[in-house]
């Protein structure tokens, strides 16, 4: 089990310097003309992890997506899992990310779901507080409708970007 553990958190920390260093170049280089848009919640095992795989799922390549919590958790909600397989969203190899600056101000829009002030605000940038439920604790039927809630902002998000 260690030697899973260790491989386990490799290939996160490998993504999660990846994907700092395409923030940063982001933040250095002109636009690609592809929107950025970050899903920020408190825990990150939730609703913005939701959110980010609903929006790649629906525009592959069309919008570059990434989540990220004020306070994250360890582990994605499995009951988030679950409602978006049976959607064919796969955030098995989805895992908790913590926000800073650089993640806020690589993003053109920034989507907060619950997170409050501790969200870094930058001029510039489109703001959008979401009123989603917190789909911690709850059972499957729940965090069904919030998967649908969240499906339907994120096609009128999409929408709007032209996506």
Same mark, same amino acid.
């Given at each position: 089990?260690?030697?899973? +553990? +260790?491989?386990?958190?490799?290939?996160?920390?490998?993504a999660f310097t990846a994907a700092r260093l395409d923030d940063l170049h982001r933040v250095e280089q002109a636009s690609t003309g592809t929107p950025t848009v970050r899903f920020v919640c408190v825990q990150n095992a939730g609703r913005?992890?939701?959110?980010?795989?609903?929006a790649a799922h629906l525009a592959p390549g069309k919008v570059h997506v990434r989540s990220a919590?004020?306070?994250?958790t360890g582990e994605i909600?499995?009951?988030?899992?679950?409602?978006?397989?049976?959607?064919?969203?796969?955030? +098995?190899?989805?895992?908790?990310k913590p926000l800073d600056d650089r993640v806020v101000h690589a993003a053109d829009i920034i989507i907060t779901m619950g997170c409050g002030d501790t969200c870094p605000?930058?001029?510039?940038?489109?703001?959008?507080?979401?009123?989603?439920?917190?789909?911690?604790?709850?059972?499957?039927?729940?965090?069904r409708d919030i998967r649908d809630d969240l499906t339907s902002r994120v096609s009128a998000l999409l929408r709007q970007l032209n996506v």
């Amino acid at each position: 089990a260690a030697r899973g +553990t +260790t491989s386990l958190l490799a290939s996160r920390a490998a993504a999660f310097t990846a994907a700092r260093l395409d923030d940063l170049h982001r933040v250095e280089q002109a636009s690609t003309g592809t929107p950025t848009v970050r899903f920020v919640c408190v825990q990150n095992a939730g609703r913005s992890q939701m959110a980010a795989a609903i929006a790649a799922h629906l525009a592959p390549g069309k919008v570059h997506v990434r989540s990220a919590g004020s306070k994250p958790t360890g582990e994605i909600n499995p009951v988030a899992i679950q409602a978006l397989r049976e959607r064919g969203i796969d955030l +098995t190899n989805a895992y908790p990310k913590p926000l800073d600056d650089r993640v806020v101000h690589a993003a053109d829009i920034i989507i907060t779901m619950g997170c409050g002030d501790t969200c870094p605000v930058y001029p510039g940038k489109r703001y959008e507080e979401w009123d989603v439920a917190d789909p911690a604790g709850q059972p499957l039927a729940v965090v069904r409708d919030i998967r649908d809630d969240l499906t339907s902002r994120v096609s009128a998000l999409l929408r709007q970007l032209n996506v």
